[in-house]
T-cell receptor, first 115, second 111 residues
Framework: KAGVTQTPRYLIKTRGQQVTLSCSPI?????VSWYQQTPGQGLQFLFE???????NKGNFPGRFSGRQFSNSRSEMNVSTLELGDSALYLC??????????????FGEGSRLTVL | KQEVTQIPAALSVPEGENLVLNCSFT??????LQWFRQDPGKGLTSLLL?????REQTSGRLNASLDKSSGRSTLYIAASQPGDSATYLC??????????FGKGTKLSVKP
């Protein structure tokens, strides 16, 4: 059974650009959540999508957005990139939503470097 | 606001030693607690999930306990091996559904 797949694995952007990251959850999983990991702040919750609807959102500016498609694949977008957006972006999928007691399974992450 | 703390931040032990990693949280109203392992530059691997109604979970050489009333969880690793070297993270799922992570404990097991 394939795990959570994130693409691209590595990317470099410059300030002011935008970026789109993709996440394909484990087959059958309907919940996808996104996290930002930095050395200083650790892992921080961005948002969760369940059945194409955003159900939870962390404390990030509106430049961070996401969506989920009918096949449960999810994308997150960061517009007007800042140096501080450099981070490892992790996606996790769960059979049921975060509001329930589902176990989370993480992808390998997308490492974004903003120059 | 839920806060999760992991102590120590780093730990170095000789191979074969039994060890305990600690995780504490400030709000006892949690749905579950999950322990993860992260290798450098990689994603997170789920180790153990403890539901709020459970006291402990075991998988192989790993045993995790949960004491909601005191806001604490421990991860016990028996007979440590160099391959156990990684960062161990605990995360609690709170009332809003999102996971709150600790900063992790970086474990180094020396051969």
């Amino acid at each position: 059974k394939a795990g959570v797949t994130q693409t691209p694995r590595y990317l470099i952007k410059t300030r002011g650009q935008q970026v789109t990251l993709s996440c394909s959850p484990i087959s059958g999983h309907r919940s996808v959540s996104w996290y930002q990991q930095t050395p200083g702040q650790g892992l921080q919750f961005l948002f969760e999508y369940f059945s194409e609807t955003q159900r939870n959102k962390g404390n990030f500016p509106g430049r961070f957005s996401g969506r989920q498609f009918s096949n449960s694949r999810s994308e997150m977008n960061v517009s007007t990139l800042e140096l501080g957006d450099s981070a490892l972006y992790l996606c996790a999928s769960s059979l049921i939503g975060l509001a329930n007691t589902g176990e989370l399974f993480f992808g390998e992450g997308s490492r974004l470097t903003v120059l | 606001k839920q806060e999760v703390t992991q102590i120590p931040a780093a730990l170095s032990v000789p191979e074969g030693e039994n060890l305990v990693l600690n995780c504490s949280f400030t709000d006892s109203a949690i749905y579950n607690l999950q322990w993860f392992r992260q290798d450098p530059g990689k994603g997170l691997t789920s180790l153990l999930l403890i539901q709020s109604s459970q006291r402990e979970q075991t998988s192989g050489r790993l045993n995790a306990s949960l004491d909601k009333s005191s806001g604490r969880s421990t991860l016990y690793i028996a007979a440590s091996q160099p391959g156990d070297s990684a960062t161990y993270l605990c995360a609690v799922k709170g009332s809003q559904g999102n996971l709150i992570f600790g900063k992790g404990t970086k474990l180094s097991v020396k051969p």
